[in-house]
């Protein structure tokens, strides 16, 4: 493989928390590849350690041993504001349970990410625009998120992770708490980013969201059965 098409890479990754005297591990020793372009859906039941996974590749925590290499950078060393640029400027985050700051508006929830990035507010207007025009939530730019059904503020949401052009997005069960419908339009907008050339890498229990991917990995008790 070569190295220019990988965009991520983890090796002998392990993350163990430790409460009082009971230590627990959520990862074990898992190498993995990620290659620019690809949709990887990473599956196994509840508990079995896929948010922490998410959370270690998207260098929201570190892991306790082995390594996270993002854009050929080895991220270990990487200081506490190194880490947040990359994530801020490369990565973007769809959760299951939406995390819109319910004192902005949708437009304001959206532009939130270029404004971190230092774009100019010319351009974040013109984006946030573009991007709610696209998701079909235009009409919806100055309501906040309580006045919003569940599929609509997961369509924020997933607006706000890609209105930055990420280079990777992470999605955490990204349909977890929406009905069928609402769960199949996400996973659609999911699929039309990656068919546009962005990598994801989606976290779910659900055999019918893994089907969108390009393959599955299975993880159970934080190790990679196949």
Known sequence: MQQEKIILQASNLTKTFISGEVETIAIRNINLTIEKGEFSAVMGPSGCGKSTLLNLLGLIDRPTSGSVV??????????????????????????QNFNLVDELNVSENVELPLIFMGITRRERKERVAGILHELKLGHRGHH????LSGGQQQRVAFARAIVSRPRLLLADEPTGNLDSGNGSAMMDLILEHNRRGGTVVMA???????????RIIRLVDGAIVN
């Open 70 to 95: 993002f854009q050929g950078t080895e991220t270990g060393t990487l200081s506490e504001n190194r880490m947040t640029r990359i994530r801020k400027g490369a990565m973007g985050f769809v959760f």
């Open 204 to 214: 779910t229990h659900s055999q019918k969201d893994a089907c969108y991917a390009h």
């Open 144 to 147: 906040y998120p309580g006045q």
